[in-house]
């Protein structure tokens, strides 16, 4: 199952902005093979496939970070 906007708003919402530090948090984007990507832009983008069910899609576009983060000591 995927992931919805609504479903993402929810988990921003509810899990993480409650939280100064998580409001100030650099945001990146784990791939499957461990690397860390930062969070560059979030697009909403129309989709052009006729007879599709989705015809929105939430695109998240990310690039290397400029600079390493140390290591992950704890998930809160």
Same mark, same amino acid.
């Given at each position: 199952?995927? =992931?919805?906007? +609504?479903? #993402?708003?929810?988990? *921003?919402? /509810? $899990?993480?902005? $409650? @939280? !100064?530090?998580? $409001?100030? @948090? +650099?945001? %990146?984007? !784990? =791939?499957?093979?461990? !690397?860390?990507?930062? #969070?560059?832009? *979030? =697009? #909403?983008? !129309?989709?052009?496939?006729?007879?599709?069910? /989705?015809?929105? +899609? =939430?695109?998240? +576009?990310? %690039?290397?970070?400029?600079?390493?983060?140390?290591? *992950?000591?704890?998930? #809160?």
């Amino acid at each position: 199952m995927s =992931l919805t906007g +609504r479903m #993402l708003d929810h988990i *921003i919402h /509810e $899990k993480f902005m $409650k @939280a !100064e530090v998580a $409001k100030n @948090a +650099r945001v %990146q984007i !784990e =791939l499957p093979n461990g !690397e860390m990507y930062d #969070l560059t832009d *979030i =697009l #909403l983008l !129309e989709n052009t496939i006729v007879g599709d069910n /989705e015809t929105h +899609r =939430l695109v998240m +576009r990310c %690039q290397k970070p400029l600079w390493k983060m140390g290591k *992950i000591i704890g998930k #809160l």
